[in-house]
């Protein structure tokens, strides 16, 4: 079992609908958890984190976190082109552990 | 404020050469990690530095080195390179090595021919 999994997708949707990105995780000790978005051909960009159970919004991104069934989701409201890229879901553990990444869901926004 | 420089943004080098490659952390950052980024296995945790000390290391052969000064910048070797360790090389930096958010620099982009 993957450390941290996520579906590769792509997912496709159009322009102005939700996309939701979803990523399970198999260490019950992990405490923080974040969203990077990587365009072709750059580096990682951290867009979101979150450490509690529950939402956090921040813009148009909604963090979802339920470490009881160790999932952690991203949606995007009223999703643009320019959203199109891949999402890198990162879980880190307490103390000096390492960040954990999946191989990421590539998101296709459609005009 | 300036975010993570990496150096150099690309190299091109020959099999069983070696390669230094340099990350300068934000300003006040003090962990440095190093992660190796191919098409076919993502992003693979190589180490982490906090304070001029290796807190954690991933499994990669020991071809693959690093290190951390005072300031904060951290180098990381690859000797004897080999075709598969062609590669983006990125480096992310956070305040501190525990539960906090890391920033990636730019990359580096090695070829090995």
């Known amino acids: 079992q993957k450390e941290v999994e996520q579906n590769s997708g792509p997912l496709s949707v159009p322009e102005g609908a939700i996309a939701s990105l979803n990523c399970t995780y198999s260490d019950r000790g992990s405490q923080s958890f974040f969203w990077y978005r990587q365009y072709s051909g750059k580096s990682p960009e951290l867009i979101m984190s979150i450490y509690s159970n529950g939402d956090k919004e921040d813009g148009r991104f909604t963090a979802q976190l339920n470490k009881a069934s160790q999932y952690v989701s991203l949606l995007i409201r009223d999703s643009q082109p320019s959203d199109s890229a891949t999402y890198l879901c990162a879980v880190k553990s307490t103390g000096f552990q390492k960040l954990v990444f999946g191989t990421g869901t590539r998101l296709l926004v459609s005009p | 404020k300036a975010g993570v420089t990496q150096t150099p943004r690309y190299l091109i080098k020959t099999r069983g050469q070696q390669v230094t490659l340099s990350c300068s952390p934000i300003?006040?950052?003090?962990?440095v990690s190093w992660y190796q980024q191919t098409p076919g296995q993502g992003l693979q945790f190589l180490f982490e530095y906090f304070s001029e000390t290796q807190r954690n290391k991933g499994n990669f052969p020991g071809r693959f080195s690093g290190r951390q000064f005072s300031n904060s910048r951290s180098e990381m070797n690859v000797s004897t390179l080999e075709l598969g360790d062609s590669a983006l090389y990125l480096c992310a930096s956070s305040l501190q090595a525990m539960n906090t958010e890391a920033f990636f620099g730019q990359g580096t982009r090695l070829t090995v021919v």
């Open positions: 300003s006040g950052h003090r962990s």
